[in-house]
Each structure stands twice: as C-alpha cells, then as structure tokens.
C-alpha cells in the first residue's frame, strides 16, 4: 500500500475512534469525549432529549434554527412550522437578534402566544460587545418574542481574535450580562461563533480567567467541519471536560455540503447527532425541511465505526480545504463583520 494510502487510513481510524469512541470506553461507562453517552439520552415521545451540560436542562436533540422561520413570505407560514416543530417534540428554539431585521423573533413571539412558551427551551444572540448595545439588543429580544425572559442568550458571533477581549473587558457585555441573570431576564450564558476553533478556545480561557465557565457554546459540527479547521475536535472536548453544553450548527452547512454530492441531509444530521451534541440546530424553512429534521432525529442510532469511518473517508477530500464551509472561509455569513456598528 502506498504512503498516502497508508497516511489517510490512519487518519480515518483517528478520526472514527475520536468521535464514535471504542467499545471499551464505552462498556467501561466512560463515553468518549466526542460521543453521545447512551446515558445522556431519553426518548419523549419519539423525540432523543438529551442533558444541557451541568444545567441539567433536559432539550429536545433536533433543534429549530431561527434565521430560516423569518424568510416566508407569509408570516403565518412561518408560524405553523414553529408551531408543527414544538407539537413534534422539538424543545428547543433557537434565534438571534439580528436575525432578518429582526423578523425572525417577532414571528416566534408570536407562535409562542396560546401557551406555547411554557413548552420550549428559548435560546436568542446578541451581537453588542459592549454594555450599552447588549442590554438595548436584549430588551428588543424580549419584546420581539413577548416574554419576560429568555432561557438562554448567547454573545453571537465571536469570530474575531480581540472578541473575547472586548467581552470581558471593562464597560463589556458580559458585565450585562450577569446582570441580566441577576434580573431574572436570562438563565444561562453561552457565545456562538463559526470561523475558527481556536477564537472559540480564547473565549472559554478568557472566561476561566475571569472565574467564570460557560453554560453552552454553539459551532459548525458537520461532517466537513471534520477535515478542516475541526470545532469537533479542538472544542468539543474542552467543553464536554467542563460541563458545558454542546450546540451544533450548520449541520448542512447551510445547504452547501449538500453540494459535494458526498453525503444525505440524513446523514448529514446523523452525523452531528452522533457527536457529544446536546443539541442539533437545524435550519427548516419548509415544512419539508421541519419533516426531515424529524425524520433524522427518529432514526438516529448510535454510528458504528464503520459507519463513521465510511462517512469521512468519502468526504475528506471535499472536505479538505473548506471548500463546503464558507462561514469558515469567507465573510458570506459574517453579519457582524458586514454591520460592525452591531456591536457597539
């Protein structure tokens, strides 16, 4: 067998025994840093639920991305699949204050009137890095989506090295935030982020210096994200050693992994599910979408290594280079690098 050949088997093997862990670690009850402990996992209602880090909040697997609820043309469309996705078990919401002018929280609002807020773990962003700008943002979340408080709101996109910095520096949103917790606005405290692992890894030692520890973080996880430029490598383990919750995005990459005729949507979720994901945001702009996502997260098993090794071995030379990751390697998704007056 040539070098290469012999180079790129072991990476596969590397890569397959990290995320799918081994037999023994898991009949020894220790799961692999980067594998979904059966433990973890609960069936409600055809739904897998699995545990938010050391919150222990209890969130629905497949969750429903917010930037795609805001495109219909018809907000009552938009209305109807937030409503169908909770009916079917999905638990979690996610949103963001920027997302579509801020549409996609006026129209979640109001799909969670008729007491459809007391059945969902409500995530939001903010994308203001300084105190005056994150509690403006944080009041138009609340107002937009009609409640008193938010489960959990994140710092969106930290996506440059000076981010974490400018956080947690003197006059910084996180001050703010901790006051809002304080207030009883917000529950927990996380921060989303999809260019680079290491500005996510400054972000969680940025806040271990200052005493404080994550209540989840959010990043690309798919099957791409593997080969290039790893979230599922670098971070997934740092948070999982610290009790922090797992959200995985861009499971499709926004459509575009599709485009390397390499994978399924279904294993594209598959994949992400089979990460120590506690939860899987997917973006569902149809109710074709929403019935795929569902679809995907009733049939999730645990991947067996050759399943997983199978997986990676036929995207890693699509995923090389990040081609079918542009949040990673262009400014296309970068909201805040296109409108940096966002963040204060």
């Known amino acids: 067998m040539s070098d290469s ?3 790129r088997r072991g990476f596969i093997e590397k890569v397959a025994m990290g995320v799918a862990g081994t037999k023994l670690t898991a009949t020894a009850g220790a799961a692999h840093p980067m594998m979904a402990a059966p433990s973890e996992t609960t069936m409600v209602g055809g739904m897998p639920f699995r545990t938010l880090g050391r919150s222990g909040e209890k969130v629905s697997l497949l969750g429903l991305g917010g930037y ?5 043309k018809d907000e009552a469309e ?3 699949i937030i409503r169908a996705a909770v009916d079917h078990g999905v638990h979690f919401l996610d949103n963001c204050w920027d997302y579509n ?5 006026v129209r979640m609002g109001k799909a969670l009137r008729d007491g459809y807020r007391q059945k969902v773990f409500l995530m939001t962003k903010t994308d203001g890095q300084v105190k005056d700008a994150y509690n403006r943002q944080l009041d138009d979340c609340l107002k937009r989506m009609q409640t008193d408080h938010i489960d959990l709101v994140q710092f969106h996109e930290v996506i440059r090295p000076a981010d974490p910095d400018r956080i947690f520096g003197p006059g910084g949103a996180f001050e703010a935030a901790l006051a809002a917790r304080k207030a009883g606005k917000i529950r927990y405290i996380g921060f989303t982020g999809h260019k680079d692992p290491d500005i ?4 969680l030692h940025t806040g ?6 994550f209540d989840a ?8 994200d593997a080969h290039f430029k790893s979230f599922a490598h670098k971070v997934v383990p740092v948070l999982v050693e610290h009790g922090i919750g797992v959200l995985g995005m861009k499971p499709l990459g926004g459509g575009i992994v599709l485009n390397s005729k390499t994978v399924t949507p279904i294993e594209c979720l598959h994949y992400a599910m089979n990460l120590r994901t506690s939860v899987v945001i997917n973006g569902c702009d ?4 929403l019935k795929q996502g569902l679809e995907a997260a009733r049939t999730f098993h645990p991947l067996s290594e050759a399943e997983l090794s199978a997986l990676l071995s036929k995207t890693a030379q699509a995923g090389a280079k990040g081609e079918f990751e542009l949040f990673k390697t262009t400014h296309n998704f970068d909201g805040t690098w296109q409108n940096p007056k966002w963040l204060g």
């Not at 149809?286 to 979408?289: C, G, H, L, P």
């Open 217 to 224: 973080v959010q990043m690309p996880l798919n099957v791409m």
């Open 200 to 203: 996510h890894l400054k972000m």
């Open 101 to 105: 002018d801020g549409e996609s929280e």
């Open 5 to 7: 050949k012999t180079s």
């Open 208 to 213: 271990f210096t200052h005493g404080f520890t």
């Open 286 to 289: 149809s109710m074709e979408r």
């Open 78 to 80: 938009s209305i109807r």
């Open 68 to 72: 795609h609820i805001g495109v219909q």
